[in-house]
């Protein structure tokens, strides 16, 4: 299968520091060589939009394949999943500490790994994500890496850009997302092209620690659409356009319980524990298809996704136990069972592709 805003303009001038003040909305701009910063604006309205309404997983998704990988090729674990524009897989594996790509009917074409680059890089994997030019390029703990069509080391980023496991690509730029930064969360956009890195300044979270700690799915706390780019914070209810217009929308599900406190330092594992029964909160963030985008929640939300029609501006809520490892091109891919061999050993875990079928309001009804 193929894979199918105004922005806040950073000032070009070299070494440059400013404050602009403007309709009562405060910028702080820091410029340097290629590294350019950039904020947005304190203190932006956000308009809320209330969730039409619940529909059931089933008349949402259709289950439409199974993809079954080689079972000669020994996955460890899947822990992130993404797919090329010729429906190629790439899959994480942090137990083998490699890369495998799959085709889309899951033979194998090729496995590598991060120490092609540097034999010293010994960290963990985040994620990795084709890029649209062919290349890949991975996340770990101790760096960032592209590498060619091939598996051969191409280079490794600059290191401004944060060992974020959460990356993606909008107009030949890729955009890293750090919500646990401190005292404000950042974006670095780093340019294919010309090697330069940008970094935005995020609102600053209500609830900071929260925000710091509940960093959810791994590699999913960032989408991009040909619209623009949203990132998440777990107070939030939806995903937060990067690039504000003159109305950013914001939309919330009726079974969405906003946060009222944040955590303590001093019993921060506890203090959690308790706010997840209390109130409701976000893990990740997918690019469903152009127009819809799919925020998920914690397991003790009563519903677990809600999903974002960017055109009618509408959403509705919809649930399900399975762990989604990908969405892309309106298809969700969800882990299935370990395929069981004729031989009677157990192979590697699969992955069930489910339809979208984008929703009627008129079907939606009130979560009982």
């Not at 790439?90 to 120490?115: E, N």
């Not at 996704?305 to 969405?327: C, G, K, P, W, Y």
């Amino acid at each position: 299968m193929k894979r199918k805003s105004t922005a806040l303009q950073g000032l070009q001038k070299i070494g440059l520091a400013c404050i602009v003040s403007k309709r009562a909305l405060r910028f702080t701009c820091i410029l340097g060589f290629v590294y350019i910063s950039a904020c947005q604006p304190e203190g932006v309205r956000q308009r809320v939009v209330s969730s039409s309404g619940f529909v059931e997983s089933e008349d949402l998704f259709t289950p439409v394949d199974t993809i079954r990988f080689d079972a000669s090729v020994v996955i460890g674990t899947i822990s992130f999943v993404d797919i090329s524009g010729n429906g190629d897989f790439l899959l994480t594996d942090v137990v083998m500490r490699a890369l495998h790509v799959f085709t889309a009917s899951g033979d194998h074409i090729r496995t590598f790994k991060v120490t092609q680059c540097n034999p010293e890089a010994g960290g963990i994997l985040f994620s990795a994500k084709f890029l649209e030019n062919g290349d890949m390029m991975v996340a770990t703990s101790q760096g960032v890496y592209t590498f060619n069509a091939d598996g051969s080391c191409k280079e490794r980023l600059p290191t401004e850009i944060p060992r974020s496991p959460s990356f993606c690509e909008r107009q030949d730029t890729v955009y890293f997302v750090s919500p646990s930064r401190r005292p404000r969360p950042t974006i670095h956009a780093y340019s294919i092209e010309s090697g330069a890195v940008r970094e935005y300044g995020l609102r600053v979270p209500q609830f900071p620690r929260t925000t710091g700690v509940k960093r959810g799915y791994r590699g999913r706390q960032i989408a991009c659409f040909e619209r623009g780019v949203f990132y998440r914070y777990a107070e939030g209810s939806d995903g937060e356009p990067l690039f504000l217009d003159d109305d950013p929308v914001v939309h919330r599900p009726m079974f969405y319980r906003p946060p009222k406190r944040d955590a303590t330092s001093e019993n921060i594992a506890g203090d959690l524990r308790d706010l997840e029964k209390e109130f409701t909160y976000s893990n990740g963030l997918f690019k469903l298809d152009d127009d819809h985008r799919l925020v998920t929640f914690e397991y003790l939300a009563e519903a677990r996704m809600n999903i974002v029609n960017m055109d009618t501006q509408t959403s509705v809520s919809t649930t399900t136990d399975r762990f989604i490892m990908l969405a892309t091109n309106g298809f969700l891919y969800v882990s299935g069972d370990n395929e069981l061999l004729s031989s009677g050993e157990i192979g590697n875990r699969t992955l069930e592709v489910w339809q979208f079928h984008p929703f009627d309001l008129s079907s939606t009804e009130p979560l009982k």
